[in-house]
C-alpha cells in the first residue's frame, strides 16, 4: 500500500530541478574531500545518498550513468591520493565504497521497476470515466482519478490530503457509523451518495466502497468508485411524479366508474335502516312494547348506519390524493374492504368468487389506500377478462398467504380467473403504460399497480393460471410481524 501511495503522491512535478543540484553538489564535496582530505575513511561511501537522490528523478539509464560517474570518482580519488602506494587499507575502503555504491544502484533499480509498474496500474484507473479516490481510515484522500477530477472539479493536487466527505459534502442515506461498519463487516459498501462539486452544483453518484486491509487483516484504506447517476435520478423522479399524478387520475376514473357500485353499497344499508326503524316502531307501538326487540332493531340500525358511513369514508380516500403512506397494513382487510366495490360489477358478469384468506399473517408495511387500488385493479381486470368465457365458467379466485418461512418469507396476494388468458406474446407487455386491449381502456392500471408495488419494495407479476386464466401475484415485504400488530413498535402501531 505505501509503495502505491508514494507512485500517487510523487505525482507532482515540483524540486524537479532542485533534486540534480543537491546531487550534483554532494558528489561535488566527496570528490574534494576524498580526494584532498588526509582522512582515513570510506568517504566515498557517501556516494550511495548520491545515487539514492538520483534515484527519484532519473530513469534507468541515468542512474546507472550517475553511479557508473560516482564509481570513477571513487577510482580517481584512489588514484589521486594513493598514487603509486597502494596499501591494503586504502584498497579495501575503495572496494567496500564501489560495493556500497553498486549494491544500492541495483536495488534502486530494482525499486524502480516495481514503481514504474505500480504507476502504470495506477495509470489505468485513469482510463475509466467513473471518479475513483483512495482514503485512508481517517478519510484523507490518498489517491485522485482524472475521472474524480472532471467530474467533481477538484485538481488532484487539491484533493489528495484532504478529508474526503467535507471536500466532497457527502451526504450518505444512512448514519455514517452504519456504513463505515458494514464497510468492515464485510470488505465493500454500495449506495446513493449525493457529492457537492468545487463549483456547488450537486451531483449524486452510485458508490461503490472496496476496504483494503493490512497483512494483519486491519483496516488501511478504502477505494471509491462514483459513477454520475444524477441525470439518471431526475429522470426517475420525473417519471414518479408523473406516475403519481396519472395514479391519481386513474383512480378518480375508477372512481367514477365505481360511483353506481358504491351508490348500490350506500343504498343497501339505507334501506336497512329504514326497515328496521319501521319494525322497531312496529314493537313499541304494541298494547305491550316489545323492548328487546325495538333494541335489536335499533342495534341493526346502527350497524347498517356505520357500513354506509365506511363506504363514503373509502370513497374519500380513494378520491384524495394523499402521499403514500408507511402504516402496518393487515391484506386480509384490504381484500375485504375491496370486495363491496367490486361487487356489482361481479354479479352483473355472473363471476363466482373465492377468497382464501391466509391465516395469521404478519402486517405489511405501506399504503392502505393505495394497496386496496392494486387489488381492485386485478379484481375488476380478472372479472372484465372474464365477461369472453361462457357463464357458469367464471370464477374469481383471491388468496393471501406467506410465501416460505413463516417469519422472513413475503406476505403473497394472489388474484386468480377463468378468463381466457394472455398469449405469450403480450404477456410481457402487460405492466407497460397504455398498453391495453380493452376498447375503452387506459392502459394504466397494471403499470401504476407496479410501480405502487414496487414503491412498497415487492414484486407484481402476471403468469398463466394453471387451469387456464391469469395468475396475478403480489409479493410485499414481511418486516417480520405478527398481524395482531403486538410486536411492532409502539410509533408504528395502528
Ligand atoms: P386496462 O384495464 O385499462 O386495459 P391494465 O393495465 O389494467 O389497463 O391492463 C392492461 C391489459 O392487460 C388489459 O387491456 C388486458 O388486455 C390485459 N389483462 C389484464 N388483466 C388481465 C386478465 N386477468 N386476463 C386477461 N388479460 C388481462
New binding site residues.
Given amino acids: 500500500m505505501y509503495a502505491s501511495r508514494d507512485v500517487i503522491l510523487n505525482d507532482k512535478p515540483t524540486n524537479r530541478w532542485l533534486m540534480p543540484v543537491i546531487a550534483a553538489l554532494l558528489a561535488a564535496a566527496i570528490f574534494i574531500i576524498d580526494t584532498f582530505s588526509s582522512l582515513d575513511m570510506a568517504i566515498a561511501v557517501l556516494y550511495v545518498v548520491v545515487v539514492l537522490l538520483s534515484a527519484n528523478y532519473s530513469d534507468r539509464r541515468g542512474l546507472l550513468a550517475i553511479a557508473g560517474l560516482c564509481v570513477g570518482l571513487t577510482i580517481l580519488s584512489f588514484l589521486v591520493m594513493h598514487a603509486g602506494n597502494y596499501d591494503l587499507s586504502a584498497v579495501m575502503r575503495g572496494l567496500v565504497s564501489i560495493a556500497a555504491i553498486t549494491v544500492t544502484t541495483l536495488l534502486c533499480l530494482e525499486n524502480q521497476t516495481a514503481t514504474q509498474s505500480l504507476r502504470g496500474q495506477a495509470d489505468l484507473l485513469d482510463l475509466t470515466h467513473d471518479a475513483i479516490f483512495v482514503r485512508d481510515i481517517a478519510d484523507t484522500v490518498l489517491y485522485w482519478s482524472d475521472g474524480a477530477e472532471r467530474l467533481y472539479g477538484w485538481p488532484r493536487e487539491e484533493a489528495v490530503g484532504r478529508p474526503a466527505a467535507s471536500l466532497l459534502k457527502t451526504v450518505f442515506p444512512a448514519p455514517l457509523a452504519d456504513i463505515r461498519g458494514e464497510l468492515f463487516r464485510t470488505g465493500r459498501w454500495e449506495g446513493e451518495l449525493v457529492h457537492t462539486r468545487k463549483d456547488g452544483s450537486k451531483v449524486t453518484v452510485m458508490s461503490r466502497w472496496s476496504l483494503q486491509r493490512d497483512e494483519k487483516g486491519r483496516p488501511l484504506a478504502a477505494m471509491e468508485t462514483n459513477s454520475d447517476i444524477t441525470e439518471r435520478k431526475q429522470a426517475e423522479n420525473a417519471l414518479n411524479q408523473t406516475r403519481a399524478e396519472l395514479a391519481h387520475v386513474t383512480r378518480v376514473t375508477t372512481m367514477g366508474e365505481l360511483t353506481a357500485s358504491i351508490a348500490h353499497e350506500v343504498n343497501q344499508p339505507l334501506a336497512a335502516v329504514v326497515t328496521n326503524g319501521e319494525a322497531c316502531l312496529r314493537w313499541l307501538g304494541r298494547a305491550e312494547p316489545d323492548i328487546g326487540e325495538a333494541r335489536a332493531s335499533v342495534e341493526r340500525m346502527i350497524a347498517n348506519g356505520r357500513r354506509a358511513s365506511d363506504v363514503i369514508a373509502r370513497l374519500r380516500a380513494l378520491a384524495r390524493r394523499d402521499e403514500p403512506l408507511q402504516a402496518p397494513v393487515d391484506v386480509n382487510e384490504v381484500i375485504d374492504e375491496v370486495l363491496p366495490l367490486i361487487e356489482r360489477e361481479r354479479a352483473t358478469h355472473g363471476v363466482a368468487l373465492d377468497v382464501a384468506p391466509g391465516e395469521r399473517l404478519p402486517v405489511v408495511l405501506g399504503d392502505r389506500v393505495q394497496l386496496q387500488q392494486v387489488v381492485l385493479?386485478l379484481a375488476l381486470?380478472?372479472v372484465q377478462?372474464m365477461a369472453a368465457v361462457p357463464d357458469g365458467n367464471r370464477r374469481l379466485q383471491i388468496a393471501t398467504r406467506i410465501d416460505g418461512q413463516e417469519d422472513r418469507g413475503c406476505v403473497l396476494i394472489e388474484v386468480r380467473?377463468t378468463?381466457?388468458?394472455?398469449d405469450a406474446e403480450s404477456l410481457p407487455k402487460?405492466f407497460n403504460a397504455f398498453?391495453?386491449?380493452?376498447k375503452d381502456?387506459?392502459?394504466?392500471?397494471?403499470?401504476i399497480s407496479r410501480s405502487i408495488i414496487e414503491a412498497h419494495g415487492g414484486r407484481i407479476a402476471a403468469a398463466p393460471g394453471e387451469d387456464g386464466g391469469?395468475l396475478?401475484t403480489v409479493a410485499l415485504p414481511n418486516p417480520g410481524k405478527d398481524a395482531s400488530g403486538d410486536s411492532l413498535p409502539e410509533e408504528r402501531r395502528p
Fill in positions: 385493479n381486470n380478472a377478462a380467473d378468463g381466457p388468458g394472455v402487460l398498453y391495453s386491449t380493452k381502456g387506459m392502459g394504466m392500471g397494471l403499470s391469469m396475478f
